[in-house]
């Protein structure tokens, strides 16, 4: 059976508590949330919960039908990859001294990355994109001593004025 990977958005009520209700719907039903984001929207009784969910695409419909259903869900809908601006952020520690920093740096202004903290022994570099570009970053990097990584998640936005579909 062919398997999928959807990123889904959900606009909820902004109340303690809405993120265990999604979160344990996907749970007690044992499936797995690749990546999860979480903030304000704008109106600030509403959040946006983005999810990219693996599956079958039955499952993957029944699981956004589900979460439909709670009381707590003003609107769920899917985001087109090729109609939508989906990013995430990068947080990685590297072991850097004199020797390396230079290589470093250069490898950061290749990929656009920022250098967001520096000390004597390592340095923290920031970068924003897509999970591929992220992705070759880190690799790339995995020539020098990785300390630590701190990945966001997706978070997305369709493009241009529509916010969900059917609107």
Known sequence: MARYKKVVSVLVDNQPGVLTRIVSLFGRRGYNIESL???????????????VIEGDEHMLDQMIAQTAKLHVVQDIFTLDYDKSVVREL???????????????????????????DLSVGSMVLELTGE????????SILGEYSII???????????????????Q
Do not use: W
């Not at 984001?37 to 704008?42: A, C, F, G, R, Y």
């Not at 630590?148 to 059917?166: D, M, Q, W």
């Open 90 to 116: 990068l947080l990685v520690k590297v072991a850097a001294d004199e020797s390396n920093r230079g290589a470093i740096t250069e490898i950061a202004n290749v990929y656009k990355a920022k250098i967001v």
């Open 148 to 166: 630590e990584v701190c990945r966001t998640g997706i978070t997305a936005l369709n493009r241009g004025a529509v916010h969900s579909e059917g």
């Open 131 to 138: 999970q591929n570009k992220l992705d070759g970053f880190l």
């Open 37 to 51: 984001t979480v903030s304000v929207t704008n109106v600030p009784q509403v959040s946006r919960i983005t999810l």
